[in-house]
């Protein structure tokens, strides 16, 4: 039993980009533009009316086969997805038609394990995962489970929040787990891409400077406007490692190291640039990548080393929290639901600046 959609018509059919096939860790299986049927959602589920959603590196991974977790296929991808609420489920008390509300990574999970008790859901053995395991947000209409979709306030630009759904929560949460405090130095690896852009106005908005490592200088111009005290380039550096250590006042390096890049070498070089007692997060998900630091430094620098993945209801709330307040501004550019071959040849390359955000209206 659902209640009504506000204009009571929700379509039967929706345009959705569809993933036939995984590429075999080659980008060339690219989704199909086409229309499908829209889903009905159950008694503890909302449909969301997608507007706008943003396109996360994860959602190439998933297309490329890159993970040992099986993937959904036929699938459409997609986990940063902002829109309207137009049904819900009978159970479903505080989200009504009409509410923005948002689609992230965790879609939902069993809420009864030891892991969903304390609200360590990302743990949860069972999580339904959006535009992976279950359909995601590359569509018009989506499904989400009411308790874990992001509640959005009225009057937000949906296409301005869209990545905060993924991007936002990871990287907030990521800068929570390394334990820095206002004041010190954080090092944001791969800070020109989605990710990194938006953890360097967290950074910002939580006190903290900023070490950005990316490649290019438009990515390092942007890095500069975005509030990173400096910007390393890891594609010219001659010593990335001194280079680093150099950028805080006293040389010792930085205290946390958030690593938000795409392949496995800057994953080394980590270890050795923090700060003694300093934190290596580790975030982003390169293909087959392993963490090899030498047992030695390890331990006589007192280096913790620790992984951090997407954020629990709460930590979506607060990281939806510091973009009402208008302090999250990272870049972004809109092209239609159509065109997302083309973003995913693109972040293939490495060329994004930012977040590309797809409009489901074309
Ligand atoms: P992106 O493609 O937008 O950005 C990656 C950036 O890394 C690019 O700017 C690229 O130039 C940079 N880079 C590549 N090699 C580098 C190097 N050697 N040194 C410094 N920078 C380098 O990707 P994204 O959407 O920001 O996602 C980043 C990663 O995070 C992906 O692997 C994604 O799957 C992962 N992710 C993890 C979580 C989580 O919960 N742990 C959540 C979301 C995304
Ligand atoms: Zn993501
Ligand atoms: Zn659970």
């Not at 405090?181 to 990194?196: F, M, T």
């Amino acid at each position: 039993m659902l209640t009504m959609a506000t204009n009571g018509t929700i379509p039967k059919e929706q345009w959705a980009m569809v993933v036939e096939k995984t590429g075999g860790r080659t980008v060339d299986a690219a989704c199909v533009y086409k229309q499908i049927p829209v889903p009905v959602p159950g008694p503890d589920e909302v449909l969301i009316n997608i507007k706008y959603s943003g396109v996360c590196h994860t959602d190439l991974h998933a297309m490329m086969g890159d993970w040992p977790l099986p993937v959904k296929m036929p699938l459409v991808g997609g986990h940063e997805g902002a829109g309207v609420v137009v049904a819900v489920g009978e159970l479903v008390k505080d989200l009504k038609v009409g509410d923005l509300a948002g689609i992230k990574w965790l879609n939902g999970s069993c809420m009864a394990c030891g892991f969903c008790r304390q609200a360590d859901e990302p743990l949860c053995g069972e999580p339904r995962l959006s535009g992976y395991t279950v359909d995601g947000t590359f569509q018009q209409y989506a499904i989400g489970k009411a308790a874990h979709v992001a509640r959005i306030p009225q009057g937000t630009d949906l296409k301005a929040v869209a990545p905060v759904l993924c991007a936002g929560i990871t990287v907030y949460k990521g800068i929570k787990e390394s334990g820095i405090r206002a004041g010190q130095y954080i090092a944001i690896v791969g800070a020109g891409g989605g990710l990194g852009s938006l953890a360097l106005q967290y950074a910002k908005a939580m006190g903290l400077q900023a070490i950005a490592i990316d490649g290019g200088e438009e990515k390092g111009a942007t890095c500069k406007t975005l509030g990173a005290a400096a910007y390393v380039d890891f594609m010219t550096s001659k010593d990335l490692v001194a280079e680093v250590k150099a950028a805080t006042p006293d040389g010792l390096g930085p205290h946390a190291v958030l690593l938000l890049a795409v392949n496995e070498k800057p994953f080394q070089q980590a270890t050795e640039y923090v700060r003694s007692r300093g934190t290596v997060v580790c975030i982003g998900l390169p293909a087959n990548a392993y963490l090899k630091a030498g047992v030695f430094d390890f331990v006589t620098r007192m280096i913790t080393i620790k992984g951090s993945y997407v954020g629990n209801r709460q930590d979506t709330a607060e990281a939806l929290e510091f973009y009402s307040k208008g302090l999250i501004q990272a870049p972004f550019q809109v092209v239609g639901l159509s065109q997302l071959n083309e973003v995913y040849q693109k972040m293939h390359g490495g060329q994004i600046v930012g977040r590309y955000v797809v409009d489901t209206s074309c």
